[in-house]
């Protein structure tokens, strides 16, 4: 079963500093994977996803993600954290074991706190 | 606006009273699915719908659990019978193909389920 994980419940950064949120991944064909974000009382908000080709992709509000085969990973990236950047992120790969339908399946989310 | 939309977006009921759920997707979206998400868990596939079909509904726990979309646009998610368990946020989603693993998909808002 292809799946998602995420390590971190919780990064902590300070603002203007580099921010890393990782995720690992395991599919059994093409990894189909994304990024989304959730602000309080809000919906998840796309950010980058990774289909084919350069393995460094870039994204909205200054976000990137890069794409490692050998290593399964597709950690989320930001050269300067801000404040505003605090939420809860989740990756995502998308799945059709079994049912047929391309789902996504979810890691359970990392929490980022950028502290001014 | 032109972003999905859910309402309500708060519901409290009591057990055993039926609720239904309602998604706007965006104008012209063909896919349209819904996701349930426990706290501190990623959304988890319910069921999926193209354009009026429901092609997949795999992950609805069970059958007190119903969704339709009957003109291809607005889709209901009805919950029969409603237990504490069922607490959650239930997240909608659409898609404008057909659901194909490249496809992003845009999320709602969500309605959060309380059930006494």
């Known amino acids: 079963a292809q799946s998602v994980a995420q390590p971190e419940d919780q990064v902590n950064v300070a603002e203007g500093n580099p921010l890393t949120v990782k995720c690992t991944y395991s599919?059994?064909?093409?990894?189909?994977l994304f990024w989304y974000v959730q602000y309080p009382n809000r919906g998840l908000q796309f950010l980058l996803k990774?289909?084919?080709?350069?393995?460094l992709v870039k994204g909205s509000y200054g976000f990137e993600a890069e794409f490692n085969k050998s290593q399964t990973s597709f950690h989320l990236k930001k050269p300067s954290a801000l404040v505003s950047d605090s939420a809860l992120y989740f990756c995502?790969?998308?799945?059709?074991?079994?049912?047929?339908?391309?789902?996504?399946?979810f890691g359970t989310g990392t929490r980022l706190k950028v502290l001014a | 606006g032109a972003g999905v939309s859910q309402s309500p977006r708060y519901k409290v009921t009591k057990r055993g009273q039926d609720v239904a759920l309602r998604c706007d997707p965006i104008?012209?979206?063909?896919?349209l699915y819904w996701y349930r998400q426990a706290l501190g868990q990623g959304p988890e596939f319910l069921t999926y719908?193209?354009?009026?079909?429901?092609?997949?509904k795999s992950g609805l726990p069970n059958d007190r659990f119903s969704a339709e979309r009957p003109e291809g646009s607005i889709s209901t998610l009805t919950i029969q019978r409603t237990e504490q368990r069922d607490s959650a946020m239930y997240r909608c989603?659409?898609?404008?193909?057909?659901?194909?693993?490249?496809?992003?998909?845009?999320f709602g808002p969500g309605t959060r389920l309380l059930v006494l």
């Open positions: 989603a659409s898609s404008r193909g057909a659901g194909g693993p490249q496809e992003t998909q845009y």
């Open positions: 599919v059994s064909g093409n990894p189909y």
């Open positions: 990774y289909i084919t080709g350069d393995n």
């Open positions: 995502a790969v998308r799945d059709k074991e079994g049912s047929g339908t391309y789902k996504y399946i």
């Open positions: 104008s012209g979206h063909v896919s």
């Open positions: 719908f193209n354009y009026e079909a429901q092609q997949d």
